[in-house]
């Protein structure tokens, strides 16, 4: 199964184009499109809309957004295409994250951290505020990415739509784009490290446990699960990074 044909989630554009609410607009603007295409929410070859309609989704300034897009093509996630049928699209390879000898444990310790706060509070509200047929398409998902335990790259694009597709259960457009980061963090991390296929099937498995909990309005089994999920990676990355 391919990256292209990894099953979808309930996430779209929208969220990827929501309002940039910092004061620093250029530096959200960055951060948003480059974790987007890191996370492959705008896929390799990906054509960006037109500048217009970006500055209107993102309400910022044109002068802006061409600053934006100026510093994603000369970091390597964008570049220009001019003429008929042109415009600004994604690079078929991204560039690759940090080298495994400039992460230290605290960086990843407190990306970790922070990834904990974020889903486990995602999955408190989850339980109140999900509705079934948001549950049936992360269902959807779960089937899928065991489909796909046997290519990583297919997975991983699959989980982090089943994570941000959980934040969108709480109706937050905050905490969606709070998962969103720490999702791009995340794989910035996991790619140093081995996905044999059995941690991704155990993985996949407490996916589904977390859904029933949500499904059950339990609290208490969905946080248990959550965390356990979560500090599962955290064990993998302490025993397998450097440090």
Known sequence: MSPQSAPQAPLSLETVFA?????????ETVDRLGTAIKLGLLPAGERLPAERELCQKLGIARS???QALTALGQSGYLHAVRGRGGGTFV?????RGADRSELSPTDWREICDERLAVEVGVAVL?????????????????????D????????RQADVRFHVGLAELT???????????CQGRMSDLIHHIAHPPEVLAHSNAQHARLLAAIRANDVGAAVSTMTEHLQGTEHILAGLLPG
Do not use: H, K, N
């Open 64 to 66: 802006t957004l061409r």
């Open 91 to 95: 690079v078929d390879e991204p560039p």
């Open 148 to 155: 796909c335990i046997e290519d990583y790259p297919a997975y």
């Open 171 to 181: 109706g937050s457009s905050r905490l969606v784009v709070a998962m969103t980061q």
């Open 126 to 146: 989850a339980v109140s505020r999900a509705t079934e047929a948001q549950l049936r398409v992360l269902d959807e998902l779960v089937v899928g990415l065991d």
């Open 19 to 27: 309002p940039v609410r910092s004061q620093t607009a250029f530096e």
